[in-house]
């Protein structure tokens, strides 16, 4: 029988990318992962890595272990979910990486519900982007990552990964007014835009989805936009807004249910909406402590949902009056 604990290290490799990276997660000297799966391919007995330059990859031996320890690693997270279940109170650390405006608009009330009904449920949170955070869930650095999918831009969906939908979150041009007072010359969304050509903009960097989706949307109104301000600080866009430094593409999230205060034109049909999610791991989904904190950002989406925020699924408002 191959060694679990080794199978874990191969999976590791095959998520970091290098034993460097694996024995920084670990806190191993990487030495010793490497020695571990020197041993794990003697259990092998065939080669489960070859050098490519200066790194290494799995081979295709490898990869088939490396599926195999992922059906096993989810069956032990359904025992754990069993076990946990089982328990009177719900104990233990949950770990949420979660993207900013999503963790200022929702998450301080989740968590304020959490810790009411499981005051005994510890709960880490990293803010970080759904870039680096889905990775690093299917690494089992997280337990729940909250993430978003822009118009046009479908997230892949790994098998090992379980998605389910919080809200539908509405975006909007936010914009400035312009040197004579007036914020957009014509009518219309593409008009809006196009009176932008020649303006500063505020956007996410480059790599993001988010930043696709915009650069996408200016180049189908026909123009390139002039990117000054590059920030996955989506309060800072909204600082430039209101200063008159950049015109920014904003979600209703930003404001965290108060009144925006920038002048907001609609966006294209098709365009106009952005969807929040939550992710966990195959497995995972039965967990209490998932399950609880799911309902509390649903609870939480609630109680800004007079507010501009509609749960994922609920009618798209027939007309979207700038103001």
Request: negative net charge; charged residues 25%.
């Amino acid at each position: 029988m191959f060694d679990l604990h080794r199978l874990r290290l191969l999976r590791e490799l095959k998520h970091r990318g290098t034993l460097a990276a694996v024995a920084a997660a670990l806190s191993y000297a990487p030495s010793s992962v490497s020695q571990q799966l020197s041993q794990l391919e003697a259990e092998v007995g065939v080669p489960l890595l070859e050098p490519v330059g200066r790194r290494v990859r799995l081979t295709e031996q490898a990869e088939i272990l490396v599926a195999h320890t992922e059906a096993v690693l989810e069956r032990l997270e359904r025992a754990e979910a069993d076990i946990a279940a089982s328990l009177v109170d719900l104990t233990g650390t949950l770990r949420i990486a979660s993207f900013q405006t999503a963790a200022l608009a929702l998450v301080p009330t989740a968590l304020g519900l959490l810790r009411d009904l499981h005051p005994r449920l510890r709960v880490h949170v990293t803010q970080m982007e759904p870039e680096g955070a889905l990775p690093a869930l299917q690494a089992r650095d997280f337990d729940l990552v909250l993430a978003e999918e822009y118009p046009g831009n479908p997230n892949a969906r790994p098998a090992e990964l379980e998605q389910e939908d919080l809200l539908d979150d509405p975006l909007h041009l936010a914009l400035p007014r312009l040197a004579d007072g007036s914020d957009v010359v014509g009518e219309g969304p593409m008009a809006a835009l196009r009176s932008l050509v020649h303006h500063p903009w505020a956007m996410e960097p480059e790599g993001t989805a988010a930043r696709h989706w915009a650069m996408t949307l200016c180049r189908n109104a026909g123009f390139e936009p002039d990117v000054r301000f590059e920030t996955a600080d989506l309060l800072l866009h909204l600082r430039l807004v209101e200063q008159g430094h950049a015109a920014a593409f904003l979600p209703d999230l930003v404001w965290g249910g108060e009144p925006p205060n920038v002048a907001l034109h609609r966006l294209p049909r098709g365009q106009r909406t952005r969807r929040i999610f939550t992710v966990v791991r195959s497995g995972r989904s039965r967990h209490p402590a998932i399950r609880a904190c799911r309902d509390a950002l649903l609870r939480a989406v609630t109680q800004l949902s007079g507010q501009a925020l509609r749960p994922h699924g609920s009618p798209q408002p027939s007309s979207q009056a700038s103001p």
